[in-house]
């Protein structure tokens, strides 16, 4: 089975504080992204990467940038965090219709 | 991303009743897929449905596929305490359909 792993499962950080979500799978997967999830708003894609250095925005990807260096890593930035990202972060990570999610990281920022 | 709208959004049922949830777009999709979140974990997927029509099964649920492939529904008979959870309904909104939008979800909570 597909394993994606997220760093922390909570964190709480300060207004301001730069932020590293890190997300790492383990099955040479191309396609990795990341979902903001808020009550009644569903899953919104923030970014996604489809090969090592390369990466697109999704649908709101103000406040955030990302990084992968590495296949198996795919990390999210917040280069200074505000209290509207405190959320639920997930990352994904994805062959043919099989999206695999992590566990999620519940961000407080305050 | 195109938006889904899924309903309702939350549902308070007792043990062994059935649930029914939808989702809707107003633009066509050619994939449908429906996950399941549990408490404190990642979504994950349930059904996929490739063709307007078809309807697919998986245990207790059933998920359809809309004729108009602009929706789609799942059902799930005979609820049980472990069904808890938020249901995802998702499509593919680019052309390679490398990318998920997903709809708000449906918070089920089953009283035994």
């Known amino acids: 089975d597909v394993k994606v792993t997220q760093s922390s499962r909570y964190l709480v950080k300060r207004t301001g504080e730069k932020v590293f979500l890190e997300c790492v799978q383990d099955m040479d997967h191309e396609n990795m992204f990341w979902y903001r999830q808020d009550p009644g708003l569903g899953l919104r894609l923030i970014y996604f990467?489809?090969?090592?250095?390369?990466?697109e925005k999704g649908d709101i990807p103000e406040g955030y940038s990302v990084s992968r260096e590495k296949k198996e890593r795919f990390s999210l930035i917040l280069e200074s965090a505000s209290t509207n990202q405190t959320s639920m972060y997930l990352c994904a990570s994805r062959i043919g219709n099989g999206y695999t999610f992590g566990s999620g990281t519940r961000l407080t920022v305050v | 991303g195109q938006q889904l709208n899924q309903s309702p959004q939350s549902m308070f049922i007792q043990e062994g009743e059935d649930v029914s949830m939808n989702c809707t777009s107003s633009s066509i999709f050619n994939t449908w897929l429906w996950y399941k979140q549990d408490p404190g974990e990642g979504p994950v997927l349930l059904i996929a449905?490739?063709?307007?029509?078809e309807l697919t099964s998986n245990g207790r649920l059933t998920a359809q596929f809309g004729i108009t492939r602009k929706d789609s529904f799942l059902n799930i008979s005979a609820s049980i305490p472990s069904d808890v959870g938020i249901y995802f309904c998702?499509?593919?909104?680019?052309?390679?359909?490398?990318?998920?939008?997903f709809g708000g979800g449906t918070r089920l909570m089953v009283k035994p």
């Open positions: 449905l490739y063709k307007a029509g």
């Open positions: 998702a499509g593919p909104y680019n052309n390679a359909g490398n990318m998920l939008t």
């Open positions: 990467s489809y090969d090592v250095k390369m990466k």
